[in-house]
Structures are given as structure tokens and as C-alpha cells.
């Protein structure tokens, strides 16, 4: 869809421009009920960036913005703040107070303002219709092959590196932890990864993406990165993180020595996963438990 709008915008000589809202709208309406972020508002402008969008309108989604009729919102925001002359939609698209605009009363509106409106039909992956949800799906289960071919690319998370407990540190396993922008992630468990942002090629590594339920009582979710055959202090630097395979569920040990051992278990199967380089599959089925 983005690929297309760059291409019109070429084609007619205008400015390729993206719309969203923050927060999500069902975050405002129902926070305990949205669906989890698949990236932070920062990933969102590098994506779209990287796919030739030169700029994006943010729309405030608040008590007011919520209230706005779809007429208002077709003339304060694309005719009146972005001039709009080509506008691309997907099939399903509904806008304004009580989802009031869809794609007939954008033509309508387009012939009067001056502008085209297009409608792009789904896409799908082997009858799947590719969308957020279907990616949140499959994340949830725990399988990143077919997330990775939803999206064209392994899921990632991006975030600064910041000071955590140091237990990793403590325990022979120095980690590091990746700041969060949102308490709900996509995925839980025990992860192969690669790190980019810190060398010219990705760093091998093994996350821990969950609870902690070992050291912590009713914690927030973490991201803790063990980098292989890595000791450098990367605190303050932002990285992105890039889901591989997923090696297990998160477990509750009775004691530190036993998450220790299959700390050490966890590492060990992600070399495995790199010796075996492009031959290793998404998921693999690792025991949860030490032996």
C-alpha cells in the first residue's frame, strides 16, 4: 500500500504523506482492551521512512478529536491542513464520530475538493488476510515464521539501553535491558534475536522478553538481551532488537540456581541456532525445563 502511494505521489508530482493517530483510538477508548502495539510511535516514522514517506500527520486522538464528524474531519485535516490530491485508502477503512465516512462520502467529497480517492483491496498470505491482528496472532502463539512473512521481515523492538538490576551481571549472564515504551508486548517468552545498532553486522544473542517471575512478584514486562561472546558497556545506546526463534515458554523456578542452569541451556541452544545459520527453523521445540 505505501509502495503504491510513494508511486502515485511520483506520478502526480506531490508530497507522499502518511496519516495516524496517538494513541491508538482503542487505547483511548478502552486502554485495559486494546490490542497490544506492534511498534512505538518512534518505530512507526523510521518504518514509514524507510518505505519512501516523506512526511506523516499525527493526529492527537483525544475527548475532542474523537468527537469530530467525518465531514469535519475530510475538511480540517485533508483539505484544509494537508491539501490533499490523492488520497489511498484500504478497503475496510471508516473514519469520524461513530465511524460515520467511509469511501463513498470520501468521493463524494474528493469531487467537490479536488482531490482522487482509491481504495486498495486486502492482501493476503495463503488465503490469510495479512493485517495487524493476523500478526498479533501469530506473535501471540509463539510463531515468528509466520509473523516474519506477514510482515516481510522478522518482528523487531527497538529501544534506548538502560540501568536494570544487574542480576545477569551478578549471575555470569550480563544483560541488556531495553527500555519498553508500552507495558503490553506482542510475544512473551524466551527468544534467539539479533541485536543491530551497536557493530556493522548484527549481534547474535538470546532474549527474555516477560515477567521474570523468578526474581520479581507481579512485575512488568522486561526485555533483557544476553549478547554471545559480547563485554562491552552499551548503556544509553538505542538498538533494535530483531525476534529470530522462540526457544520457550517463560518459566517460575524454585530457586536462582536452577534458573542459572537453564540460563545457561537457553544460550547454549542459540548457538546452536547460529551454527546452523539459514537451516534453523522459527520455533524450536527446546525443553522448558533443566533436566
Partial sequence: MLRRLVEAASQRGLVPCAITFEPHPREFFAP????????????????????????????????AFSQLSAETFIERILVASLQTRFLLIGDDFRFGARRGGDFAMLQAYGAQSG????????????????????VREAL??????LAGRLLGRPYSISGRVVDGDKLGRDIGFPTANIQLKHNRPPL???????????????LPGVASLGVRPTVKENGRPVLE???????????????????????RDEEKYPDLPTLIHQIGRDAENARQYFRAGS?????????????
Fill in 188 to 202: 512473551t517468552g524466551i527468544f534467539v534475536v539479533q541485536v543491530r545498532g551497536l557493530a556493522d553486522a548484527p
Fill in 225 to 247: 538481551v544476553h549478547l554471545l561472546d559480547f563485554d562491552r558497556s552499551i548503556y544509553g545506546q538505542h538498538v533494535c532488537v530483531d525476534f529470530l526463534a522462540r526457544l
Fill in 140 to 145: 501471540a502463539a509463539g510463531d515468528l515464521d
Fill in 32 to 63: 485495559d482492551k486494546a490490542p497490544a502495539r506492534l511498534s512505538s510511535l518512534r518505530e512507526k516514522l523510521q518504518m514509514l521512512g524507510e518505505c519512501g514517506i516523506a512526511h506523516v500527520h499525527i493526529c492527537a486522538f483525544n475527548q
Fill in 115 to 134: 482531490f482522487e480517492v482509491a481504495a486498495m483491496g486486502s492482501v493476503t498470505l495463503d488465503e490469510l488476510r495479512i493485517s495487524s491482528t493476523a
Fill in 279 to 291: 537451516q534453523a527453523p522459527a520455533s524450536l521445540a527446546i525443553p522448558a525445563k533443566p533436566d
